[in-house]
């Protein structure tokens, strides 16, 4: 590996790749000194092309860049491969961390090495995200990843939301690079004089994904009537479609977050009266809501229509760590938490925001001017009067033991514990609602109570603290 270039060294292919994460970056309201990416970061020529774009633009007032890399410890060379990537981000001057989890050990009953890399990989970066406060995870897939996912989805019978591949933006997931081939990207890589280091892994052809990248692709192309770019068009209406669908049916089944246990929840009755054929899209919209990462297998799905179709208790497991269960006339997606939630806290300077990795959540806190709203009040946010100015912290975290505060309408302080059980909050659920404390006093505890001494009483300046899903990073 070469010493880092100048811009004397660079060439067009190399300018161009800066040129075109920048635009995406502008398109997407990262291009931000302020803010900070992360990069899911192999050290192969894909994520090399990605962490040298976004170094060059930190230079230049872009946002702050940091590297991840996990040694999935597949293969007797990973090692070397984790100390190969530090070395590039060294040369970068990019921060580094890297961490070694063996995936054979975590793989569950009947996943396959490829979902469970893929898990675990995105596990950690999520840990990683926390940690160092980034707002962003950036991976280095392209327009050659679209495409054999696309063909892989088409292959496994997905329906119209698989077959719209991979999204550039999926919450806090970036893709700049979808639009550019792989050839293009190493040529760039090569030209600033970085020497990536490959996966073995690539060229396996036990993996789906690397049979139809050696195989099936190179038989498709040399066929003329075949055209990726006809492919990515079909993938681009899907996507459109199933937007379309997805949002519909968001406002019908009036999905919203579940601030007292994480996840998502629709309305049951309203769910029943769908069509079947609608009812898959129904549960990804509500899977989407809850920043599930996959959707439900459909031994799943099949499970759970033939508890609706038999009425009462709805107890469900979809995979991936999560469950459907009914509360009163309510469908709620959340993780299943067989040792409970623990323990959590994270401060946040306001105004901004925080994510909750335990919960999936995510906690916006702004000033705001009074509104109708905030006196009828709402489960998922809530406006009070604090005792803040802007650049000031507050804290976010679980409950603990002797917390109290004096609930809104009250005029004596109670144990949060007791207000919980009055709220007929679930004793599974009651570690993972997350308290906003201010100067050492719980202030808010999403769908129960604000504290009484934060209530709004007038025309006062208001901050707004609201919670919404942190989306998952599938697509």
């Not at 990416?37 to 702050?64: K, Y």
């Not at 049916?249 to 769908?274: F, H, M």
């Not at 309408?409 to 993972?432: A, F, H, P, Q, T």
Request: charged share 30%; proline share 6%; glycine share 8%.
């Amino acid at each position: 590996m070469q010493a880092r270039s100048s811009d004397s060294t660079e060439t067009v292919l190399s300018h161009f790749l800066v040129d075109h994460v920048e635009r995406f970056l502008d398109r997407h309201g990262v291009l931000d000194r302020n803010r900070s990416i992360l990069v899911a970061f192999s050290g192969g020529s894909d994520s090399t092309a990605l962490l040298w774009a976004l170094a060059r633009l930190a230079e230049h007032d872009g946002p702050a860049v940091r590297a991840a890399h996990l040694d999935h410890g597949l293969d007797p060379a990973s090692a070397e491969r984790a100390e190969h990537a530090g070395a590039i981000a060294k040369e970068l001057e990019i921060p580094y961390m890297a961490e070694r989890r063996e995936i054979e050990p975590l793989r569950r009953a009947g996943e396959s090495l490829e979902a469970a890399a893929r898990r675990v990989r995105y596990a950690y970066l999520r840990s990683c995200l926390g940690s160092c406060g980034a707002d962003w995870i950036a991976v280095g897939h392209h327009r050659d990843d679209q495409i054999e996912t696309i063909l892989l989805r088409l292959l496994y019978g997905s329906g119209v939301i698989g077959l719209g591949g991979m999204r550039p933006v999926f919450g806090d997931v970036l893709r700049p690079l979808l639009e550019l081939d792989r050839a293009s990207l190493k040529l760039a890589v090569d030209e600033v004089g970085l020497v990536p280091v490959e996966d073995p892994g690539n060229i396996d052809l036990r993996h789906p994904r690397n049979v139809i990248r050696h195989r099936l692709l190179p038989r498709l192309r040399s066929d003329a009537g075949f055209s990726t770019d006809s492919l990515l068009r079909a993938a681009s209406a899907a996507r459109r479609t199933s937007d379309r669908l997805l949002k519909r049916l968001a406002r019908k089944l009036e999905i919203e977050p579940n601030p007292t246990g994480g996840g998502s929840r629709l309305d049951l009755p309203a769910l029943r009266r769908l069509p079947q054929s609608l009812r898959p899209y129904a549960l990804d919209a509500l899977r989407r809501a809850a920043g599930a990462p996959y959707s439900a297998p459909a031994t799943a799905q099949h499970e759970l229509d033939r508890q609706l179709a038999r009425g009462g208790v709805v107890g469900c497991d979809c995979g991936a760590g999560w469950t459907w269960r009914n509360s009163d006339d309510r469908l709620e997606l959340r993780r299943r938490s067989p040792g409970g939630v623990p323990e959590f806290s994270y401060t946040l300077c306001v105004p901004g925001e925080v994510s909750i990795p335990e919960l999936g959540l995510t906690l916006r806190m702004v000033e705001s001017k009074p509104a109708p709203w905030m006196f009828r009040g709402s489960k998922s946010r809530a406006a009070m009067s604090l005792p803040l100015e802007a650049g000031q912290q507050v804290l976010i975290r679980n409950r603990r033991p002797g917390d109290r505060l004096r609930p809104l309408g009250c005029s004596y302080r109670r144990k949060l514990k007791d207000i919980l059980i009055d709220r007929r909050v679930e004793r599974n659920l009651r570690d993972s609602v997350p308290l906003l404390i201010v100067d050492d006093r719980i202030a808010w505890v999403p769908g129960v109570t604000i504290a009484d001494e934060f209530r709004l009483e007038g025309s006062e300046r208001t901050w707004l603290a609201e919670l919404t899903p942190s989306t998952a990073t599938s697509h």
